[in-house]
Every structure is written in C-alpha cells, then in structure tokens.
C-alpha cells in the first residue's frame, strides 16, 4: 500500500508571497498519474493539476506541479486571496488514495 | 457543458439501506470512468473506488470493498454508491467525479450528498 504524506500540514502566508507544498510518496510512483486538488470550505474539490505538471482546464498560471519518483511538489506563484484552502494530492496506481491534505491559511 | 448531478441528502438509522445516485451529462458516458470519494466530518478526502460505465469494471480501494457497491445504468447516464446496512460510521459527504482513461485524475465533480447515520 502506498501512504502519501503531505508538509506542511499548515501554511500561513500573506496575499502576494509564494506557496511551496509538499506530497511524499511511500514509494515511488507513476507520474502520469499524479494529481492535485484544491478545495474551499463547503465546496466539492477542484482538479488543479493532473499528470505531475498539467493544470486543468481553466487553471491560471500561477499553479505549477512538479516532481518525480516519490516526491511531487505544487507551487502557487503568487497567492492570490481565493487561493487560500486546503490541497489534496492523489496517485493512482498501487493502492489510489489521497495525501492528508495542505491548509493555506491566511498570515 | 460537462456536469455530474448528485442525489439529494439522506438521513437513515443505523441498518437501513441506502443507494445515492450521480447523474451524467454533457459528454459520453460510457467512455470516462466515474469514481467515489468519501469526507468524513471535518477530514480528508478518501478515495473509494471507481466504474467503469461500458462494461462495469470496478475498482474498489481496500478500505471499502465489500461495505459499498458501486453500480450505473446507461440508459439513463447514472452512477450508484450503494449500502446493504449503514452505520454510524458512514456518515459523511460522498463526492462523485469523473474520471478520464489517460491520467484517472478526477476532473469533474459533483455536489456531493450528504448522508447522516444516527439512531
């Protein structure tokens, strides 16, 4: 089975300044099927990046995924006021699951 | 426009049965897999398993196989999560999503339903 842990567990940080998380894998894992979501208090979920590094359909810019082997990483550029919710990465592959999530809380 | 439609929300006793339904529409159903995400009260997201509408292959996640049946009907564009007898434990918001072939990321969502198990 593979665990993905997800650091930190909170992000503080101020409208403007760049937001760096992290998703660890158990073991190594198949890139193509890497993803992240956001989601907003009281909303379902939201597709930002699939396949490591593509964003989604309408997903501006400033959201970038990277990463490979068992380590992945999204980086919003520049938080804007409405990027501020919790992340979720998810692998499919060994055992599909999700990461424990980010909290992007305002500074 | 691409759009999955959820049942509304339930509130049943512990041992009843309970399917929760997840409507398609603006694309072809047959060919995306349709999976299942549980959110418990104040938790993550936990993926559940996943259909496949053409020929109902389902894949489910350890943690659920044999507790949920997943189901759909094409004649009608609709994805089933269903319970033989709930528990307590299964109160929670259940996220139905889309799912393409070429990355099984989960690229359209539906509104959730909210379940509620108490005696």
């Known amino acids: 089975e593979i665990v993905l842990t997800q650091s930190p567990g909170t992000l503080s940080l101020s409208p403007g300044e760049r937001a760096t998380l992290s998703c660890r894998a158990s073991q190594s894992l198949i890139a193509s099927y890497l993803s992240w979501y956001q989601q907003k208090p009281g909303q379902a979920p939201r597709l930002l990046i699939y396949g490591t590094s593509t964003r989604a359909t309408g997903i501006p810019d400033r959201f970038r995924g990277s990463g490979s082997g068992a380590h992945y990483t999204l980086t919003i550029s520049r938080l804007e006021p409405e990027d501020f919710a919790i992340y979720y990465c998810h692998q499919y592959g060994n055992s599909p699951g999700f990461g424990p999530g980010t909290k992007v809380e305002v500074k | 426009e691409v759009e999955l439609v959820q049942s509304g929300p339930e509130i049943k006793r512990p041992g009843e049965s309970l399917r929760i339904s997840c409507q398609a529409s603006g694309y072809l159903f047959v060919s995306y897999w349709i999976g299942w995400v549980r959110q418990m009260p104040g938790k993550g997201l936990e993926w559940m398993g996943i259909i496949f509408p053409r020929d109902s292959d389902t894949r489910y996640s350890p943690s659920f196989q044999g507790q949920v049946t997943l189901s759909v009907d094409k004649s009608t564009n609709t994805a089933y999560l269903q319970w033989t007898s709930l528990k307590a434990s299964d109160t929670a918001i259940y996220y139905c999503?889309?799912?393409?072939?070429?990355?099984?990321?989960?690229?359209?969502w539906g509104q959730g339903t909210t379940v509620n198990v108490s005696s």
């Open positions: 999503a889309r799912v393409p072939t070429t990355h099984y990321a989960m690229d359209v």
